[in-house]
């Protein structure tokens, strides 16, 4: 069992290549929610919803986000009359999102949720939320706190944040099948997600380090020089007090990590780090990517 933590865009892409080389149910995947967050009446699960989609094989790949061919005529609908609504839901995706709404009202876990909608897929591997208990993730602005989605939706990252910070304050227990897949885990891979909004909300669910110990860490950056390959990694890094490249992903994962992983590209130097192609511009990338991954397993 390969078990990866994963966030919306980096590591999916990555999950992508390792599909071509492990059979799914050999693979598990710790999901970051903290950008979930109630909308329209659905319960949106950003990444949860990309890595399912993504085994289910109804991805949409150019975006990394929703459902290939899905349609949006309920939004459509829903602009007329409430202009102000910021994120764009396709009908099918939407209602994955109801659905998930009505289960958790119903006194199901997220996990429980989670593996309902597998089940309904078909899907064999096994995705898991970091928690059962909601931790959102909020930036600080001029204009005051605001949940991630608005500031990297509406305003796509393009206003100045002095803080990030989680509501509430308590760092949430892991689901029991979170830290249930790092036991079982032969190798656990921190995949090439935005390092503080996607995979530092997993790692700070109670247990994850404590199960960390032990296991064989493989971790991949998503940065590129100064540049992460996607999202607003950079801005988010700096207002943590980080470098805002490799050389500040590995300092956020110090006291994890076995071996990192860096681009051939990359001209920041990390002690110790491996290089290969990380960027995943083709599944076949990803998957010559994961293959060397598993080369130090």
């Known amino acids: 069992m390969i078990t990866f933590l994963s966030g919306g865009t980096g590591t999916p892409k990555l999950l992508q290549g390792a599909r071509k080389v492990l059979d799914d149910p050999e693979i598990s995947v710790i999901v970051n929610t903290g950008e979930d967050i109630r909308y329209q ?53 939407r209602a994955f999102q109801i659905i998930r709404a009505d289960l958790l009202e119903k006194g199901l876990t997220l996990t429980e949720v989670t593996r309902e909608i597998c089940r309904h897929l078909g899907i064999s591997a096994n ?14 602005t001029a204009a005051g706190d605001m949940h991630f989605q608005e500031y990297w939706v509406r305003h796509r990252g393009n206003i100045p944040l002095t803080a990030v910070i989680h509501d509430p304050i308590p760092c949430p227990p892991a689901a029991p099948g979170a830290l249930d897949a790092i036991r079982r885990a032969e190798t656990v891979i921190i995949g ?36 992460p390959v996607s999202g607003p990694a950079g801005q988010l890094m700096e207002v943590m007090g980080y470098q805002a490249d490799s050389s500040g ?17 990359d001209p920041v130097h990390v002690p110790g780090a491996a290089r290969y192609d990380t960027l995943m511009k083709t599944p076949e990338i990803a998957g010559n990517l994961m293959r060397a991954i598993l080369s130090h397993t």
């Open 41 to 93: 009446g659905g319960h949106i699960s950003p990444d949860v919803d990309t890595v399912t989609y993504l085994f289910a094989g109804i991805l949409n790949t150019t975006t990394w986000w929703g459902i290939a061919g899905d349609t949006f005529t309920t939004h459509g609908i829903i602009r007329e009359y409430l202009p102000d609504a910021f994120i764009s839901i396709g009908d099918l995706d």
């Open 127 to 140: 995705i898991v939320p970091m928690s059962n208990d909601r931790w959102t993730t909020l930036v600080r």
């Open 192 to 227: 090439p997600s935005n390092p503080v909004t996607s995979i530092l909300p997993i790692l700070s669910c109670s247990g994850i380090r404590e199960e960390l110990q032990g296991k064989k860490v493989i971790a991949v950056s998503p940065f590129i020089g100064d540049q």
């Open 249 to 265: 992903v590995m300092k956020m994962y110090e006291g994890i990590v076995d071996l990192f992983i860096q681009d051939t590209r």
